[in-house]
């Protein structure tokens, strides 16, 4: 299995394979969270560290859930409650944080790069669980896993981004990622919010809601991020809702066996219809129980997978008692 990477600060780049390995590994994982008793040894005596400078229920909740479930020790620190308050900057944070040796930081940050500056600064794993506008590298591989469960691959399908996708960390992500694996990408919404620049990184763009998602085999719906924008990119929500909201009407333009994604939280009526969100099509919760499988394969991959006297293979962590006796070499 290819897996070489040192942190998790994002999918641009990141060769099909190590993402193939990633998703595997939370395929193999998935089976620990029906246990009746969720929890394997795997990161006993390891240490997680949850940074989280932007709030966070999901993601940080999902995080915690994974490390608890390879029983790791987690801490969650958010930034109300950090010597940031007192002007410390990220780097000493983590720094002082780094020498009570942790075995990885989960860092979700507002600036786009922090994840990036903590890696150079630091040798234990650095996770990327969303900066800024840049990347959000979990969200999508949890996406990924929902897809091939649903669909069995990635390959050869179109799957239409639709929304906010010039703030969107979720939509940069997906489409290194999407593209990678040899799917079509549309990123849909007003002129204003999608960037032409992406064009580049092989996205097709539309402004019609209808043109983007016909014959879609996968919608993935985004959340106005009205906390990032600082001008008007949209006359009013009224309007946008009237334009870009998915609506019943707009899914039957899509694949019959079309499947809906969102990454949370939902603006109901606002980029989706209620009907839609709890409807027949939608894979919302299975994107969240999948975040938690997702989030296990890379503490352990990350963590012990490094570490060729912890290394034990995924097959055999489904069954903590089958620990192998042989070191990995
Ligand atoms: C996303 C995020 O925070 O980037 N949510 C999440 O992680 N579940 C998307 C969003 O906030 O809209």
Redesign the pocket.
């Known amino acids: 299995m290819a897996f070489t990477q040192r942190h998790l600060l994002g999918l641009e780049g990141v060769p099909a394979d190590e993402i193939t390995a990633i998703l595997d590994t939370a395929a193999s994982f998935k089976e620990i969270s029906e246990r009746d008793i969720k929890k394997v040894p795997t990161l006993r005596g390891k240490t997680v560290i949850n940074l989280f400078y932007?709030v966070?229920?999901?993601?940080r909740t999902s995080f915690e859930i994974a490390a608890k479930r390879l029983s790791a020790d987690t801490i969650n620190i958010s930034a109300s409650a950090s010597s940031t308050c007192k002007g410390e900057t990220l780097a000493d944070t983590a720094r002082n944080l780094e020498a009570m040796r942790p075995d990885a930081i989960v860092v979700?940050h507002p600036s786009s790069g922090a994840c990036h500056l903590l890696a150079r600064h630091l040798s234990c794993p650095i996770l990327n669980?969303?900066d800024g506008c840049h990347e959000?590298p979990?969200?999508a591989l949890l996406d990924l896993l929902t897809i091939r469960g649903h669909l069995g691959r990635i390959a050869g399908l179109t799957v239409a981004i639709v929304g906010?996708i010039l703030h969107?960390?979720?939509a940069r992500s997906n489409l290194h990622a999407l593209r990678t694996l040899g799917a079509t990408v549309r990123l849909v919404g007003p002129p204003t919010l999608v960037p032409p620049e992406l064009r580049a990184l092989g996205a097709e763009l539309h402004t019609r809601l209808d043109e983007g998602v016909r014959d879609a085999d996968v919608i993935m719906m985004?959340?106005?991020?009205r906390e990032r924008q600082g001008a008007n990119f949209f006359p009013t929500l009224d309007e946008y809702a009237q334009y870009f909201c998915l609506t019943e009407e707009a899914v039957r333009l899509a694949k019959p066996q079309v499947i809906i994604l969102h990454?949370?939280?939902l603006n109901r009526g606002l980029e989706i219809a209620s009907a839609v969100a709890d409807g027949p099509y939608s894979v919302i919760m299975d994107q969240v129980t999948n975040?938690v499988a997702v989030r296990m394969a890379l503490l352990y991959l990350l963590i012990a997978r490094s570490k060729a006297e912890d290394a034990l293979e995924p097959e055999a962590l489904a069954e903590p008692s089958r620990r192998r006796t042989g070191g990995r070499g």
Not at 56 to 59: A, G, P
Not at 222 to 225: C, F, G, T
């Open positions: 932007e966070s229920t999901r993601t979700r669980a969303g959000h979990t969200q906010d969107s960390r979720v985004l959340r106005i991020q990454p949370g939280p975040g």
